[in-house]
């Protein structure tokens, strides 16, 4: 059942790229709740993404409004799954090392690492959430966070 809901989203979206709302992300639950103002609709669509998981899907085919674009390359997965424990600990500190490389894989330019710390830092909790369980879902989210910043977004 599970799937034919999120087949019957991804091509009812089709390859869409208008987004509702930055701060929920990219998914089903944006495109339905779309125009949508105030807390309820945001949360209501924020939690569709959430419980049909569909952005991994929208991420990997460009669709539900979800960007193809992005910084995540196979180098930046590939640190990311290995450097795991540390890249964690880097980031709920807001500085180290295993962070610095991955501002670096992802070209951050230096000006704007500090902001990366900062924001990294900042939105912890969010970027490893208890939903985010492999570093694809780490990596989407981190990009979401960088989405909602003025600067970081030209990185996403």
């Known amino acids: 059942m599970l799937k034919k809901i999120a087949l019957a989203a991804l091509l009812a979206a089709g390859s869409s790229v208008a987004m509702a709302d930055n701060d929920v992300g990219c998914g089903a639950g944006t495109q339905v ?29 460009g669709t539900l409004g979800c960007r193809q674009g992005g910084t995540v390359t196979a180098q930046v997965v590939t640190f990311t799954n290995e450097n795991a424990e540390a890249l964690a600990r880097d980031m709920a500190v807001g500085q180290g ?19 990366f710390f900062k924001v ?35 990185y996403v």
């Open 120 to 154: 990294s830092k900042a939105n912890f909790g969010e970027i490893y959430s208890a939903n985010n369980q492999n570093t694809l879902q780490v990596l989407a989210s981190l990009q979401t966070v960088m989405a909602k910043d003025d600067v970081l977004k030209a």
């Open 97 to 115: 090392e295993s962070l610095n490389v991955l501002a670096e894989l992802m070209q951050i330019k230096p000006q704007d690492k500090d902001r």
């Open 33 to 61: 709740w779309a125009g949508k103002k105030g807390v309820a609709p945001k949360i209501l669509a924020a939690t569709t993404n959430g419980i049909f998981t569909n952005q991994l899907l929208g991420i990997t085919f």
